[in-house]
T-cell receptor, first 112, second 112 residues
C-alpha cells in the first residue's frame, strides 16, 4: 500500500543547531515533493518544492534533498531559531492530479 | 491581494446535522481542493474542483459533497454529521499546473 511517513516523535534542538527532518514514502513515483510549515490552528504554508530530477534545493536557511532511489526526502533548517518551532509536513502529488498526499508531520521545537 | 479565505472560523454542530463551509480562493486561482485534518495528523484530501466540476476525490463517503461557483469560490457540505467528522477543514487553491498550494486558515468543526 502507499505510505508517507515522517518522524512521529517531536524533534527538540538547541537554537543555532541544524534541524533535520525525514520523509519516507513507499509505492509512489512522485514527480515532485513539497514541504509545508504549519503553526497550531493555522493552515499549512508552502516552503519548498523539489522535482524528481533535482537532488537538492535551497532557500535561505532551508535545504531539501530528494533521493528517488531511497524514496526519501530530507529537510534541513540551518542556524535554527525559536521562531522555526512548528510542525513540518511533507507532501507528494499523486499522478499529476493535483491531489496532495501528506505525511503526518513532525513537530520541531527549537529551544533558546 | 487577499489570500485564501474560509468561513466560518469555528462551528459547533450536533450529530446528524448538516454543515456548509465556504472558501474563496487566492486571486487568479481557478482550482480549489478541500482537506480534512484530524488532531495530530496531516491533512487528508477530500476532493478538488476545477471549472465547477469535481475533478478528483479522496476516500470520503458521499456525505461529503461540494460545489464550485463561476467566481471559483467553493463550498463543502457534510450531511448526517458524525462525531468523527470533528476536525480542521482546510481549503487550498492553485492555478494551472499543480505546484504549491495556498491554504486558508481552516474551519474548526466540532460535532457533539
Amino acid at each position: 500500500s502507499q505510505k508517507i511517513e515522517q518522524n512521529s516523535e517531536a524533534l527538540n534542538i538547541q537554537e543555532g543547531k541544524t534541524a533535520t527532518l525525514t520523509c519516507n514514502y513507499t509505492n509512489y513515483s512522485p514527480a515532485y515533493l513539497q514541504w509545508y510549515r504549519q503553526d497550531p490552528g493555522r493552515g499549512p504554508v508552502f516552503l519548498l518544492l523539489i522535482r524528481e530530477n533535482e537532488k537538492e534545493k535551497r532557500k535561505e536557511r532551508l535545504k531539501v534533498t530528494f533521493d528517488t532511489t531511497l524514496k526519501q526526502s530530507l529537510f534541513h533548517i540551518t542556524a535554527s531559531q525559536p521562531a522555526d518551532s512548528a510542525t513540518y509536513l511533507c507532501a507528494l502529488e499523486s499522478s499529476n492530479t493535483g491531489k496532495l498526499i501528506f505525511g503526518q508531520g513532525t513537530t520541531l521545537q527549537v529551544k533558546p | 491581494d487577499a489570500g485564501v479565505t474560509q468561513s466560518p472560523t469555528h462551528l459547533i454542530k450536533t450529530r446528524g446535522q448538516q454543515v456548509t463551509l465556504r472558501c474563496s480562493p487566492k486571486s487568479g486561482h481557478d482550482t480549489v481542493s478541500w482537506y480534512q485534518q484530524a488532531l495530530g495528523q496531516g491533512p487528508q484530501f477530500i476532493f478538488q474542483y476545477y471549472e465547477e466540476e469535481e475533478r478528483q476525490r479522496g476516500n470520503f463517503p458521499d456525505r461529503f459533497s461540494g460545489h464550485q461557483f463561476p467566481n471559483y469560490s467553493s463550498e463543502l457540505n457534510v450531511n448526517a454529521l458524525l462525531l468523527g467528522d470533528s476536525a480542521l477543514y482546510l481549503c487550498a487553491s492553485h492555478e494551472g499546473p499543480v505546484y504549491e498550494q495556498y491554504f486558508g486558515p481552516g474551519t474548526r468543526l466540532t460535532v457533539t
